[in-house]
């Protein structure tokens, strides 16, 4: 079994193990880190490759540490609707857009408390669209190393080069920016469809440990 962070819709890299996991047991616990993939996810759009951050509320904390489970999004900025504008400003003329819009806009127009609540739900919601299984095995206690599991946890971290091969596939502003690498597996759902479970089946993650 592999063992992930859930990330705001996770990138290629990320789905690469996902897909060709076994199985995946989901990190729950542990403390909360910047410059994750936890709140941020990227995109393309016209100007290029595009950041996606979520607001978290900030827990003034004697040991300045939280608990990842317990990080709360900030919904008092309307980030929900300047997300699915910029979603749709990037990707509307993309093949697949209108087929999984009604799937995918759903996330945007309710509230989430948690903001692992909401990661594993835009994994939740990928999994319906491609007709994968959705994990629900969860970590109890953090440990540092994994001895019966491969530890892919590092992919959550936006700082870590990942080693990851994949073919390049027709973007929406390819022809302006050219092919842009593992960004959120919306590109790679809006742009190939079903067939992404294809692609992601046939990708390549060549380091497995930061």
């Not at 929900?80 to 697949?96: D, I, K």
């Not at 692992?116 to 540092?144: G, H, S």
Request: net charge negative; glycine share 4%; charged share 20%.
């Amino acid at each position: 079994m592999n063992i992930l962070y859930p990330a705001y819709f996770p990138n290629i890299a990320f789905f690469t193990v996902f897909v060709q996991s076994d199985e995946i047991v989901w990190e729950v616990q542990g403390n909360y880190q910047k410059q994750t993939f936890r709140n941020r996810t990227y995109i393309c759009n016209d100007r290029g490759k595009h950041i996606l951050s979520i607001p978290i509320t900030h827990v003034g904390q004697s040991n300045g540490k939280q608990l990842n489970r317990e990080v709360k999004i900030d919904n008092s900025y309307p980030w929900q609707r300047q997300h699915w504008r910029t979603l749709e400003t990037a990707y509307r003329t993309s093949p697949f857009f209108e087929f999984y819009e009604d799937d995918i806009q759903p996330l945007y127009g309710t509230k989430f408390e948690y903001l692992m609540d909401f990661n594993l739900k835009t994994i939740e919601i990928i999994c319906e669209c491609l007709q994968l299984r959705m994990p629900t095995a969860k970590t109890e206690v953090f440990t540092l190393g994994h001895e019966s599991e491969l530890d892919y946890r590092h992919l959550v971290s936006v700082k870590n080069v990942i080693d990851l091969v994949q073919t390049d596939y027709v973007q929406v502003f390819g022809d302006r920016h050219g092919f842009t690498p593992n960004l959120s597996i919306l590109d790679l759902l809006f742009n190939l469809g079903p067939q992404a479970t294809a692609y992601l089946q046939e990708t390549k993650l060549m380091l497995r440990n930061a």
